[in-house]
């Protein structure tokens, strides 16, 4: 490829500072910019390498002053972040995309395909599957009976949809994900064993979903487990049995959530959060890293953290005192000595 400053500029609605005409061949992180390369500067702890890099231009927030001269020609827009988001989905979108059915596949004669649609070698699609336009199934997945997915959506190698699972438009679920296992559900018997619950139920993710590399959403017990429109999971994320999230919800990496817990939607979690089960999460939470809870948060927009979780103000103040314990421990210790003499 090869845009020139003010092209970039005309496609993010920007404003350049510097050369229009400065060439861009490829990307490049800020502070390994290499010349004829587009960069951008978002997070404040960058700013330096903006007056180091060898990228020809830089995408940077209205916002950012220049404290020293920077060599590149700069592209001001309202969300340096967003705005590069929006550049690599067009550069992304403008790439070519396979179509067929690549051999060895099996397709069941059931089965019904849309226009355009790529099947790719070692793929398996089960009896009475639905696939909508412009789908792309990558090698070795796994479609089971009676899958439904929309357009416009991406299935990739290896990933795992069971039987009478339903995969919106435009979603895009990675390696080694696998919707619709059984849900963790087995009853104690008399004897001391463990009875497996047949979970009867189906998973569904709404549009817009996407689901990161080798994570696992189990079917419900009975009715669905859910994932609605425009949510995001990271990569080894543990959604049980007949759990729902909202609109719009992000999740980072190894987060955990026990079964039939409702999450709301525009909410956030670090990494390694867990959820207990049954629980009802409100609209707009936020969940610091590491997080585990294990009672309803009622409170919409509240950000906490630790675990058993609390609100984050007040963690920060407590873990400066608990930080200290053993020096308060010595203290009491020696006010002791001194009363008992």
């Not at 590069?84 to 790439?95: E, G, I, N, R």
């Not at 069941?108 to 909508?132: H, N, P, Q, R």
């Not at 018997?189 to 189990?218: C, F, H, M, W």
């Not at 709301?264 to 089960?277: C, D, K, P, T």
Request: aromatic residues 8%; negative net charge; contains cysteine.
């Amino acid at each position: 490829m090869e845009f020139t400053a003010e092209q970039i500029s005309e496609l993010i609605h920007g404003t350049i500072e510097g050369n229009p005409k400065a060439i861009v061949r490829d990307v490049s992180k800020i502070e390994d910019g290499r010349p004829e390369t587009l960069t951008f500067l978002a997070n404040p702890k960058y700013t330096p390498f903006i007056y180091t890099t060898e990228a020809s231009v830089v995408i940077v927030n209205q916002t950012f002053e220049a404290e020293h001269p920077v060599s590149a020609t700069l592209i001001r827009v309202e969300d340096a972040y967003g705005a590069l988001a929006k550049l690599l989905q067009m550069y992304q979108a403008s790439l070519p995309k396979k179509t067929g059915i690549e051999q060895p596949s099996f397709i069941d004669k059931s089965a019904s395909l849309g226009d355009f649609v790529y099947v790719g070698a070692f793929a398996y699609i089960g009896e009475k599957v639905t696939i909508g336009n412009n789908v792309q199934i990558y090698p070795q997945a796994y479609i089971g009976d009676g899958v439904t997915i929309g357009d416009n959506t991406t299935i990739y190698a290896g990933a795992k949809i069971y039987q009478g699972c339903k995969i919106g438009s435009n979603c895009v679920v990675h390696a080694g994900v696998v919707v619709g296992a059984d849900g963790f559900g087995f009853a104690p018997g008399a004897d001391g064993r463990y009875e497996k619950i047949p979970q009867i139920g189906n998973v569904i993710l709404e549009d817009y979903v996407e689901i990161g590399s080798n994570t696992t959403i189990d079917r419900a017990t009975m009715g669905s487990t859910i994932i609605h429109k425009g949510t995001k999971l990271d990569n080894l994320i543990q959604i049980a049995h007949n759990v729902e999230i909202g609109e719009n919800c992000v999740f980072a990496a190894q987060t955990g959530i026990a079964g039939s817990t409702k999450i709301g939607n525009h909410v956030m979690f670090g990494g390694q959060v867990g959820i207990a089960g049954h629980l009802k999460i409100a609209d707009g939470v936020k969940l610091a890293a590491q997080s585990g809870v294990s009672k309803n948060i009622t409170k919409e927009g509240s950000v906490q953290m630790g675990s058993p979780s609390f609100d984050a103000m007040h963690y920060n103040k407590a873990y400066v005192v608990f930080r200290n314990l053993p020096d308060l421990r010595n203290r009491i210790s020696d006010i002791e000595k001194e009363l008992k003499k």
